[in-house]
Structures are given as C-alpha cells and as structure tokens.
C-alpha cells in the first residue's frame, strides 16, 4: 500500500459543525463540482472532511475552496419529517439482484459507453418501452392527459426564464459550434482529415450562442402555453429526452448523462393542480403494482448547487411542494438504498407568471409535474426480480421476455 503517495494526496478538514448522514451524502455528492484538483471529498464521522486531492494541485488554494464549499453545504437543514403517501410491496419474494448494470452488459441488452449514456436492446428496451407506455396509458384515462413533442435542445434565455441557473448551473451543458469563418472550418477539417483520433476545434473557433441540452423534462412546454387562457385544467404528457451533466458521479443506469423521463405537466387553477398531483399517486401505485415492485412516494427535496442548497431545500421542505417516487435497490457495496425514480412537483404560479400563461379570471395559471425517470425504473425492477424470468409478473414476462 503506496500510503506516502495517500498522505500526500489528501487534506483534512474539520467540518464547520458536525453533520448527519443525509448531509454527509450530500458534501460527497456535491464535492465533484468544487475544484478540478478535487477528485472527490468523504465525511469520516460526519466531523471531518478528507479532501482527495489531484497530482499538481496548489493544495493551500484546494483547501480554501474546500473550506468555502463545506461552509456552505454544513448550512443545510436535514431531519425533516418524511412523509409516505405510498407504499407498495412486492408479491415476488427472490432476493434483490446485486450488479445489475454488469449482468445487463454481460447479457448484451445494453452498452455503456462510459460517458453516462448507453444504449439497449431486447428485454431492456421492452422493458424501457412498456413502463413508458403504462404511465402514458394511465395518465390518458385517469386525467384525460393529451399527447406532446418537444426538441431536446432548449435556448438559454428559456432555461434562464425557469430559473434553472439560479439552482443547478453545474448540470447545464451547452451546445458549441464552429464559428460560421471559413478559414477557421477549413483548418479543423484539415487537421481531422489524417488525424487518428478527433481534434477539437480550437477554443477560439468554438462558438457557443446559448443553445442548451435539455436538463428537466418540463422546460420546453412552458414556452408554448404563453398567451394561453386556461378555462379548466389540462394535462400533457411525453416522452422527454433529459441530459444532466454529473461528472464522475455517473454511474451505469443509476445515474446518466442523457436518459429518458416521461413527463405529466398539469396547467389549471390551485384547485385543479392539487386535484391532480393527488390523482397522481394511484397512478404510480398502479404502475408499481403492475411490475410488482416494492416502492414509496414521500416528502423530498431537490439537490441545488452548493451556494443555493441550504435556502432552496429549506423552501421545497416547509412548502412541501416535492415529493419523490422512491424505489428499493442496490448500492455498488450491496446495500440497500432508495433509488429515486421519479417527482411529484408543485410549481405554484411561477411558471405561469414567468411565460405568460392564466386561468379565466385572468390571474397567473398554476402548474405542476411528474417526471418518471425511465432508466431508473428499469434498473429498480431487474435489481427486485432479477434474470430468472418466473420472478416476474405473468403480464410483464410475456411481453419483455418474448
Ligand atoms: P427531477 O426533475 O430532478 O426530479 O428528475 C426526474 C427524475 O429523473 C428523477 O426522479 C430520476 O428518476 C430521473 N433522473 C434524474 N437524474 C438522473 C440521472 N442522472 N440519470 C438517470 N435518471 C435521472
Ligand atoms: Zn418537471
């Protein structure tokens, strides 16, 4: 064991007060995001924080900014109440299936391509297609949802508008370009023509003019409510194609660059959002039933950046306007943990009053959503059944296993 090379690697720090576990997953979580020369920080007994540290980095500087960070990340309030509104348990009684990304991989029904994408086929894709189709299904007959599209690029004065840079301007990518110069085309081009591998374009010939990928599902819809009146409520629902830049917190299905979420936005005065965010909860009892799977919906909060976090989550928390579709699964270690599988969002009137969208009286509509993140859900149902195809429901076998 190289334990020069570790001591030299990593700082101490001693955190600002002592925290609990929830914070402690948060810090950890976060700490991609602090310094290029971090490679990740650990809470040891929620008291002090080891700082991983990258060859060449200026470790006074590394240690400010961890130091800075922590100062704000200790400033969460964790401990609220939690809330279950629902709670399905499972009729198959075979142990959770540890691994499910290799066994995925091994079988040939997906590829990851390392980067928080993948790709997949067969009982994986049947899968993926068949929880989508269900919501949407239910979503029709329960709440008269109609069908939508929308691209998934999205201009940054619109997510700007859906205050997404205020809460998680470390998930944003933009789309880059080649500036419109001739020269500059010619010379990337040219350098590519014999090259072994792909050559960027120089910084300097890389134009970025503000197009975005699209980070939450909803976004897109809201430009095309504005100048809308809402006589009743409305319901849309898709299939929305979500990218979230998380660094090294990637991780096989679990956590994704570009994955797949199918969304509900529901428009309509107080009354109608609340009527609806309630009609929601059957909903995904069903679909949790239909799979046969245990699962909860309770209270949550979302995970901001950093400067934001305490503020943000302490808003969300008291107005309980989150509420997360939680699902048993597996750690990498083999414990259990929660796998967030979708949200229950009220908006209030924010998004109606930002694009321009009210109800009959003439006053700011209210929205809200549900996101279903589609990936999530296929991992959570092969962690709980496994590859032994008796596990699983008769009505979910002959379908994905045909
Ligand atoms: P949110 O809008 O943050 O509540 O996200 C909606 C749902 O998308 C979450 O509940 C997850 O199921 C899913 N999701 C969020 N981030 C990721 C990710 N990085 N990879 C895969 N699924 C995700
Ligand atoms: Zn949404």
Excluded at 13 to 23: G, T
């Amino acid at each position: 064991m190289n334990t020069h090379n570790h001591a030299f690697n990593e700082i101490s720090v001693p955190l600002p007060r002592e925290v609990d576990s929830e914070i402690a997953g948060d810090i950890e979580k976060e700490s991609v995001f602090v310094s290029p020369f971090i490679d990740r920080i650990f809470v040891q007994d929620g008291k002090t924080a080891r700082v991983v540290c990258k060859a060449g980095a200026d470790l006074a500087e590394v240690e400010a900014k961890a130091k800075r960070f922590l100062e704000v990340m200790v400033k969460q309030v964790s401990g609220f109440e939690i809330k279950v509104f629902v709670d399905t348990k499972r009729k198959d009684t075979g142990p959770y299936f540890r691994g499910v990304n290799d066994e995925l991989v091994k079988r040939g029904w997906m590829h990851d391509y390392g980067k928080g994408q993948v790709a997949y086929s067969g009982p994986v894709l049947k899968l993926a297609k068949l929880i989508n189709d269900k919501a949407g299904e239910l979503y029709a007959s329960a709440l008269g949802a109609k069908d939508a599209h929308f691209p998934a690029m999205i201009d940054a004065d619109t997510l700007h508008k859906c205050g997404y840079f205020d809460s998680h301007p470390n998930a944003v990518t933009f789309v880059g370009n080649v500036v419109e110069d001739f020269d500059a085309i010619e010379e990337f081009r040219l350098a590519n023509s014999c090259s072994e591998g792909a050559l960027l374009p120089k910084q300097e010939h890389i134009h970025i003019d503000g197009m975005c990928l699209n980070p939450a599902a909803c976004f897109p819809a809201y430009p095309t409510l504005t100048g809308q009146t809402f006589k009743e409520g409305q319901c849309f629902t898709w299939l929305g194609r979500v990218f979230r830049y998380e660094s090294r917190n990637i991780n096989g299905l679990d956590r994704l660059y570009e994955f797949n979420v199918r969304e509900l936005v529901f428009v309509g005065d107080e009354d109608f959002v609340r009527d609806v965010r309630k009609k929601s909860l059957p909903i995904v009892e069903e679909l949790a039933s239909f799979i046969d799977i245990d699962c909860q919906v309770q209270t949550a909060t979302d995970p901001f950046f950093a400067t934001v976090s305490a503020a943000k989550k302490f808003w969300q928390a008291a107005q309980e306007v989150k509420n997360e579709i939680k699902i048993p699964a597996l750690s990498n270690d083999g414990s259990q943990k929660l796998l967030a599988c979708g949200s229950i969002n009220l908006h209030g009137n924010f998004f109606g009053k930002r694009f321009g969208f009210t109800t009959v009286n003439g006053e700011p509509a209210q929205t809200g959503c549900v996101g279903l993140g589609i990936e999530r859900w296929v991992l959570a149902a092969f962690t709980q059944h496994g590859f032994d195809e008796s596990r699983w429901p008769e009505a979910v076998r002959n379908i994905i296993f045909r």
